[in-house]
């Protein structure tokens, strides 16, 4: 042993051996003693370590020196060389020293864990854990772990000193989760899992939920059910996890059908999924099930039809027989749970929102179809059904029409004949406080078309009558009140009474209700005309008058709009011109109150009136005052229709005044055009002085880049009906009018201009269909009234020139008519 070795100093170790036999106990002098020898063998080194320690046995320095020369020689050695024995004695006597260095503790340990020696191992990381401080474990178990997470560690040991760790460390009980689902330990895993999901202060070091740790217990639960000790209840386990998380109850009853598919127990697995279908809340979480389950019940029926199929010649008839038999009744469980899914899926559905009418309705449906042994459900089961929905659905909180159920219910009694029971459930429905009283409107239509259908006629008259019933007083009921209180006031339930009473009531009882309508406001402008009609059938034309003449109090425009034409056109067709004065006070009551935007129509029958029964001069009137009231967008065309009719009536002297006024009152684009028009007559008529000062006037409405028709057309008349003198003139006024647009507007884009041209010519018909839209009113008024005027040759057409183009939106300063333009003076 190292102890006994004695070696001669040489000549060279005499200052050196002075400075110990001086100084033994100084820890520097045996270093650099040792450090003098540092290329000396190493048993001579190992003898100076024995005599430094001898000296000074707990220098930390000298062992650390000495322990860490003592390994490098022997590393890389085979593990059972007895030199590993010597440096494990040889740390064992540093131990004895120096038991509160945790650094001499690490290095036996690491160079312990290097010879694979296990027990040993552990029983010094446990004298270390024993002779140190706390506060220096962490040390100790850092490497410790990392010892029993290696390969060869028997599993109990790994548990057992994992769980000693956690009494220290317990916050750090997922890694030991994690190591133990590495090791495959389920049922500690399980336990593990348990305990820190009944803590109710525990925080996950890995961000985990509850949440999350329960989805993890019910898989490991469900995947391994075999390794799972019986001390743990894993169906009491998973079911509290359904009860606590109801958005994974999909998952987690799929995990406990799991559970007892792998121990085997399929006829427990059906029951568990049978029951999850029946109380699962979505639809979504159904879906997941029923995944599940046709793949469990496919899974089945394919290893019954292999077992079938093996060894068929070594079977006996009967054991084929009994094989055929069981599959044939898991085929048939099969195709009944395919046939039982859409009825599964329909209480999913109601169980998540069991005011929904429509799946309701559904139900009865499904239930309503053969089942599967080929024989009608019997008719208690849609009674029942019917009974359950409508005491469970709330009428205030419904999804869909909740009058349906009971109109259905009804139609299902008078469907089997039993028209009484049919009845009573309409007189319970009636008293129903539904959400609108547009429902229970439609319950009491339903109610009578039942009657009517078995023709009841009596019975539906009485039982709208009896729906329709109102205050005496009118008084105004409020929203908040139940529907029953309301529902007189329900247009659609008068409308059905009205239609009725006109089938099979008398005429004055159809008209008192009618009248009804009309005090209670609930009656809409066709009804209105439906009640005109019916007394113009009868022959009460004064009463239908009288009615139009209520209805246009009642309704504002453009409601009432068609209502005054009809009626116009009604006391029209019945009087003429008999009843002129009347006539005109209708005409000008409707003035008065009709919009801008919808008197045109008016002012052309009021016109067009005139014209037949009236006098031209009146008619002119009417003209003129359209010609100022209209919408803007519709003055250009009455001012074409005003001087068409005074051309055929006075003449075209009386037109130059009109296209006067027109020119003056348009705006720049239709005066243009109007200046055109006036042009093209007095051209026709040969005033060709007048036609150009016309055409002189309309040029500053007319901007040469963008009105290039205007120009062309004059241009053209110069051709036929100018000199030199004055096509110069054209040419040089045609520049000033330039020069003045560039001045107003400098940064005018061309591209702007061309596609504000591209845009008039797709607009130059439009004159010609304004004056359309008029015309079946028109016709409809000529048709019933006296002779046209007789035409006058002096008659002329207005729609000669197609429009021009529409110019920029710039305004110019304008100049006055020249008078020889307005000159009542024409040979």
């Avoid at 999850?276 to 979480?285: K, M, Q």
């Amino acid at each position: 042993m190292e102890n006994e070795i004695s070696i001669d100093p040489t000549l060279d170790d005499i200052p050196y051996e002075d400075d110990i036999t001086r100084n033994p106990y100084n820890v520097n002098t045996w270093l650099r003693y040792l450090e003098f020898k540092t290329i000396s063998p190493q048993p001579t080194r190992n003898f100076i370590y024995e005599r430094a320690l001898r000296e000074i046995p707990r220098s930390y320095k000298i062992w650390h020196k000495y322990l860490q020369e003592r390994t490098n020689l022997v590393r890389g050695k085979c593990i059972q060389d007895s030199s590993f024995e010597l440096v494990n004695s040889l740390f064992e006597r540093s131990l004895v020293y120096l038991n509160k260095m945790p650094r001499l503790w690490l290095e036996y340990c690491e160079f312990l864990i290097s010879q694979k020696k296990i027990t040993q191992t552990r029983r010094t990381f446990d004298r270390a854990l024993r002779a140190l401080p706390i506060t220096q474990h962490p040390r100790i178990w850092e490497l410790y772990l990392k010892f029993i997470k290696s390969d060869g560690i028997p599993i109990e040991t790994c548990i057992s000193v994992y769980k000693r760790y956690l009494k220290i460390h317990n916050e750090n009980v997922e890694d030991y989760i994690e190591f133990l689902v590495s090791l495959k330990a389920w049922n500690e895993v399980a336990e593990q899992l348990l305990d820190i999901i009944n803590r109710d202060n525990f925080n996950s070091t890995k961000g985990k939920t509850k949440h999350d740790l329960w989805l993890q217990l019910c898989d490991i639960l469900s995947s391994h059910p075999r390794e799972i000790g019986q001390g743990i209840q894993v169906d009491a386990i998973i079911r509290a996890g359904i009860n606590a998380f109801t958005d994974q109850q999909g998952k987690l009853w799929a995990s406990l059908a799991d559970y007892y598919i792998r121990l085997a127990q399929f006829e427990k697995a059906r029951d568990i999924f049978e029951e999850a279908l029946e109380t699962v809340p979505t639809a979504r979480d159904f879906s997941f099930i029923w995944d599940s389950y046709t793949q469990f019940e496919d899974s089945i029926m394919s290893a019954k039809q292999e077992i079938i199929m093996d060894s068929v010649e070594e079977k006996s008839a009967e054991t084929m027989e009994q094989e055929q038999i069981e599959f044939d009744m898991m085929l048939e469980r099969y195709e009944n749970l395919i046939t039982r899914q859409p009825l599964l899926l329909n209480s999913v559905l109601l169980r998540q929102n069991p005011n929904n009418v429509p799946e309701w309705h559904k139900r009865v449906r499904l239930l309503s179809q053969h089942n599967e042994n080929g024989k009608k459900v019997d008719n208690k089961v849609i009674v029942d059904t019917y009974s359950q929905a409508l005491s469970t659905v709330d009428p205030q909180k419904v999804k869909g029409k909740f009058f349906t159920l009971w109109a259905a219910f009804a139609h299902f009694y008078e469907h089997h004949g039993q028209l009484e029971k049919a009845r009573q459930i309409f007189e319970s429905a009636t008293k129903v406080n539904f959400r609108t009283v547009d429902e229970l409107a439609s319950l009491w239509c339903e109610y009578a078309e039942m009657e009517l259908r078995h023709k009841c006629y009596e019975k539906a008259l009485d039982l709208l009558k009896r729906a329709t019933v109102s205050p005496r007083k009118a008084i105004q009921v409020a929203d908040s009140e139940p529907v029953q209180k309301r529902v007189f006031k329900s247009t659609k339930l008068w409308s059905f009474y009205v239609d009725l009473e006109e089938s099979f009531g008398t005429f004055h009882s159809t008209k008192s209700i009618y009248d009804k309508m009309i005090q209670l406001k609930v009656i809409t402008p066709q009804i209105l005309l439906n009640y005109t009609e019916f007394l113009e059938q009868n022959k009460y034309f004064e009463e239908s008058f009288k009615v139009y003449e209520q209805g246009i109090g009642l309704f504002p425009f453009p409601h009432v709009q068609y209502i005054w034409i009809t009626y116009l056109n009604k006391f029209i067709n019945r009087y003429g011109g008999l009843k002129l004065e009347r006539t005109r006070d209708l005409f000008e009551q409707v003035l008065s109150v009709v919009p801008l935007e919808d008197s045109k129509i008016f002012f052309l029958m009021y016109a067009n009136y005139e014209e037949k029964f009236g006098l031209a001069r009146h008619s002119m009137s009417v003209y003129d005052r359209a010609a100022k009231s209209v919408h803007p967008n519709d003055r250009f065309n009455i001012y074409l229709l005003y001087i068409l009719r005074a051309a055929e009536y006075f003449g075209i002297n009386q037109t130059r005044d009109i296209f006067t006024k027109a020119i003056e009152a348009l705006p720049d684009k239709f005066s243009r055009e109007m200046c055109l028009k006036f042009a093209v007559v007095e051209r026709k008529y040969g005033e060709i002085d007048r036609a150009r000062a016309i055409y002189i006037h309309g040029a500053q409405y007319s901007d040469p880049r963008t009105c290039l028709n205007y120009w062309k057309t004059w241009e053209e008349f110069e051709r036929d009906h100018g000199n030199e003198d004055t096509f110069r003139d054209l040419i040089r006024l045609k520049k000033s009018v330039l020069t003045q647009y560039n001045s107003l507007a400098p940064i005018l884009n061309l591209d702007k201009i061309n596609e504000q041209t591209k845009q008039q010519k797709q607009q130059e018909p439009i004159q010609t269909h304004s004056l359309k839209i008029v015309q079946p009113v028109l016709n409809n008024i000529s048709n019933n009234g006296s002779t046209r005027a007789t035409k006058n040759d002096d008659e002329i057409d207005i729609d000669e020139d197609d429009a021009d183009e529409e110019e920029n939106e710039i305004e110019i300063e304008t100049k006055q008519i020249p008078k020889a333009v307005i000159s009542s003076n024409i040979k």
